[in-house]
């Protein structure tokens, strides 16, 4: 992993195309050698967007959607309509997405060390172990580097949003030892009345260039952060409740906050051993706990909205999470000549991956709230169900141990053709534990165990007729060994771990000397083994769903003429439910899928004369409709978000200014739940301005 980042250091700061990545095959590789669709968000992309919510990266990605959480924080995606379950930065997995069996407790992620934010599309369980079958969101870390360079950027903006962000490299040793640094601190109000947030994040790391053949790099994180929950608006009878105020806040403010403190480090040891051969040794670990309360907007003994008073039902969760996550990865890189003009790069790599949660929630009813008048109580709980205490603990461990073996070949004849083949080898052992101690709770406690293997197989080809076309096509499966941990058959077994499989054709084009790269692909897969409800017995779960993904995205970016940059994406998704236990929803549209996504953002700088390094620009990100759950009981309606930017460069300075939302629409995200939607920022407005040394 650490020479992708040096690469992309090494390119021009005003790209928008990264020729280079290595999300696809964990080796260092052409975006046009391979076999995959993968694409990157680049710095310049970051900086021109005024981007801080990783969320908003993806919406220059095709097939790719921002979704919902029920606290409103953190980072959730759904990839050719599949949602991604855990963070990976660097490569690892690091923390759980909000949602599913296991909840989140690592903080947002900022994006003051980030280099770039690469998507690779399609079942991604031979890189990274289980996972669903869309893909992941990969995020790259800026690691320090053999050069001086320092900046500092304040930003200032609606809603007393103040940022102040730092970044330094600093070669201490030339050629030998370098130092970096990375942080900001980030204070804002929201559109949404009572909504705070704070967020304080610094990122230190080294790089020891040990001899000429062997080299240690290091990089570290820790944030701190401190917002309010967002219990997001309420959804009936296929619709958002009508009337209620945008920017209603349905929480409490001295309950629903949360504080997370996240440490992360990874440490790499790399050594060439001659021209053929290079061993890396990589450790990664993460820490990080979280406080704090949430609302849900949920009813347990009737509607949601009461049809007299117009109260709307709240239930409450008051949470102590913590996750740790522990990897040790072992990689051997080989190469060698077949033949004249035939090259083989073999990838053989073991990994040891840990992961625990410890999740207490404190659950209960909650006091009702008039969305049109609102009167706040403050925390008053009440029994989630009658004959309940008011309030009771739910107390969920889990750990889970994967070991995992993985082999890439990549065969390269000449430069026309490319074949890569491949397999990882997984073993996965965990145990998911859940417990109710309060007196009075009927809830049952349950251990359940898994001990399981999988191999995930993978194979793709790129023939390149000309220098600058590539058409591939390549085969991948991959194992969500974690997904029914929780779920026993009604004879006492485990059930099979889900698992996809797809197919994908494409062709890429890199033209004006690698400035602009444009990228189609067609593509379908197929998940099996979805858990379903046991027809002859409710109570258990059975082996007996399907869902299929497929469709057509085109991505393009890059610099079409000096100083004219664009990027443009648009995706088809047909994404259904195939099979289920009693036909239960087949034929539904996944949830938070759209059939037709897209966006065009483009920038213009003035290349001469007295107006040289004034730019402007902006894009728009449209979605179609989408279904708000699996028995897709209503739609969210579809979107155009209009973003517009100026700016002014010289030299070592820049000062610019974004629009976001230019004309204050109401947007909606799904989070799976049928009666609480998520609401996207109002018109935003930004100010920066940016000094390097």
């Known amino acids: 992993m650490p020479e992708i980042v040096v690469t992309a250091e090494a390119e021009p700061k005003t790209n ?73 930065k660097d490569g690892f997995r690091a923390g759980t997405v909000p949602g599913g069996i296991v909840f989140n407790a690592v903080a947002p992620t900022d994006v003051a060390n980030l280099q770039q934010i690469e998507v690779l599309k399609g079942p991604a369980s031979i890189l990274f172990g289980r996972g669903e079958p869309g893909g992941v969101v990969n995020y790259i870390t800026r690691s320090a580097a053999f050069e001086d360079a320092y900046s500092i950027q304040q930003m200032v903006g609606s809603f007393d949003f103040y940022r102040t962000q730092l970044n330094a490299n600093w070669e201490a040793v030339p050629d030998k030892f370098a130092l970096r640094f990375d942080g900001a601190f980030e204070t804002g109000d929201s559109y949404i009345d009572y909504v705070q947030s704070e967020r304080t994040m610094v990122a230190p790391a080294f790089a020891w260039k040990i001899s000429e053949d062997t080299q240690l790099q290091f990089r570290a994180e820790y944030t701190h952060d401190d917002r309010s929950t967002i219990p997001g608006m309420p959804y009936q009878n296929g619709s958002v409740v009508k009337g209620i105020p945008y920017d209603r806040y349905l929480g409490e403010t001295d309950f629903t906050r949360n504080v997370t403190d996240t440490y992360r ?21 993460l820490t990080s706990t979280s406080e704090g309360g949430y609302f849900i907007l949920f009813n347990f003994t009737g509607p949601l909205q009461d049809p007299v008073t117009g109260d709307i039902a709240r239930s409450a969760s008051a949470t102590d999470f913590s996750e740790h996550y522990f990897t040790t990865r072992l990689d051997h ?50 029994p989630l169900l009658p004959g309940l205490p008011n309030r009771f603990s739910e107390v969920t461990q889990t750990d889970a141990k994967a070991y995992s073996f993985l082999l890439m070949d990549k065969i390269s004849f000449g430069e026309s053709l490319f074949l890569n083949l491949g397999a990882r080898l997984e073993w996965f052992d965990g145990t998911h534990e859940v417990t109710y101690a309060d007196p ?40 969500y060994s974690f997904k029914n ?20 054709l494409g062709a890429k084009t890199e033209l004006l000397d690698g400035r602009f790269i444009a990228s189609a692909a067609f ?17 258990f779960s059975i082996n007996a769903g399907e869902e299929r993904s497929r469709g057509f995205e085109l991505d393009l970016a890059g610099e079409l003429a000096p100083g004219w940059r664009l990027l443009m994406n648009y995706a088809y998704l047909d994404s259904h439910i195939t099979e289920a236990p009693n036909g239960a929803n087949v034929g539904n549209r996944r949830p938070g899928v759209p059939e037709h996504s897209g966006s065009i953002f483009t920038t213009y700088e003035i290349q001469t004369g007295k107006l040289k390094g004034l730019g402007f620009g902006g894009g728009v990100y449209m979605s179609d409709r989408v279904a ?11 979107f155009a978000q209009t973003d517009a930017l100026v700016f002014y460069r010289r030299n070592n300075w820049q000062v610019q200014l974004n629009v976001k939302n230019l004309f204050d ?29």
């Open 16 to 88: 928008y195309v990264a020729p280079v990545s290595s999300s696809a095959s964990r080796l260092p590789e052409k975006v046009m050698e391979s076999s995959r669709s993968v694409q990157t968000v680049t710095q310049q992309v970051i900086q021109d967007r005024a981007i801080i919510d990783p969320q908003e990266a993806v919406q220059n990605v095709s097939g790719v959607q921002r979704s919902g959480s029920f606290t409103g924080t953190g980072e959730t995606y759904r990839l050719r309509g599949f949602s991604q379950q855990s963070y990976i």
């Open 665 to 693: 629409n109401e947007v909606f995200y799904a989070t799976d739940n049928a009666t609480m939607v998520q609401a996207g920022n109002a018109r935003t407005f930004i100010a920066s301005v940016k000094f390097e040394f």
């Open 265 to 285: 480090a990874l440490l790499t040891l790399e050594h060439r051993w001659n021209e053929h051969h290079k061993t890396t040794l990589s450790m990664h670990g």
């Open 440 to 479: 009075g709770v009927p809830f049952a406690d349950s251990l359940a165990e898994l001990d399981q293997g999988s191999l995930n197989p993978f194979a793709g080809l790129v023939f390149k007729p000309l220098p600058q076309l590539a058409v591939y096509g390549s085969y991948s499966e991959s194992t």
């Open 333 to 382: 890189v080989i190469t060698w000549d077949l033949y004249p003009d035939v090259k083989n790069e073999l990838l053989l790599s073991a990994e040891f991956d840990f992961q625990n949660n410890d999740n207490t929630r404190y659950l209960s009813g909650h006091t009702s709230l008039n969305p049109y008048n609102p009167v706040y109580t403050g925390y008053q709980p009440l």
């Open 628 to 638: 708000v759950d699996t028995a897709n009981t209503g739609n969210l309606a579809g």
């Open 485 to 504: 941990i929780a779920l026993r058959t009604s004879s006492g077994e485990s059930l099979d771990p889900e698992r996809g499989r797809q197919f994908e």
């Open 523 to 539: 593509f379908q897969i197929n998940k099996t083994d979805v858990a379903g409800t046991d027809p002859s017995n409710p109570l």
